[in-house]
Nanobody
């Protein structure tokens, strides 16, 4: 079983940037496909970005393409989400997720989840 801990959230003005981190422990990090999801108040959890085990493949939700960048450092057991040009609609709790087999946009495909880090973007 892998444990995931997110950090880096906070309050930022529209147009600003944040970098989220997700540190994994318990298993070999490089064996897992990883993803970022977010959940706004009163809404369902939605896909943000995904990255394959080696980092060679990445995918993004249309709403964040060109603004967010997902990356990972397998030597540090850490995944990142660089968020630029933030908008109020990016507000929510951001979760990292891991799957040893699934790679994609569906939250149901991921077996392991962190507790989340809160991002608030003011207008």
């Amino acid at each position: 079983q892998v444990q995931l801990v997110e950090s880096g959230g906070g309050l930022v003005q529209a147009g600003g940037s944040l970098r989220l981190s997700c540190v994994a422990s318990g298993r070999t990090f490089s064996n897992y496909n990883m993803g970022w999801f977010r959940q706004a108040l009163g809404k369902e959890r939605e896909f943000v970005a995904a990255i394959s085990r080696s980092g060679a493949a990445t995918d993004y939700a249309d709403s964040v393409k060109g603004r967010f960048t997902i990356s990972r450092d397998n030597a540090k057991n850490t995944m990142y989400l660089q968020m630029n040009s933030l908008k109020p609609e990016d507000t929510g709790v951001y979760y990292c997720a891991a799957s040893i087999s699934y790679y994609g946009t569906a939250p149901q495909g991921y077996s392991y989840w962190g507790q989340g880090t809160r991002v608030a973007v003011s207008s």
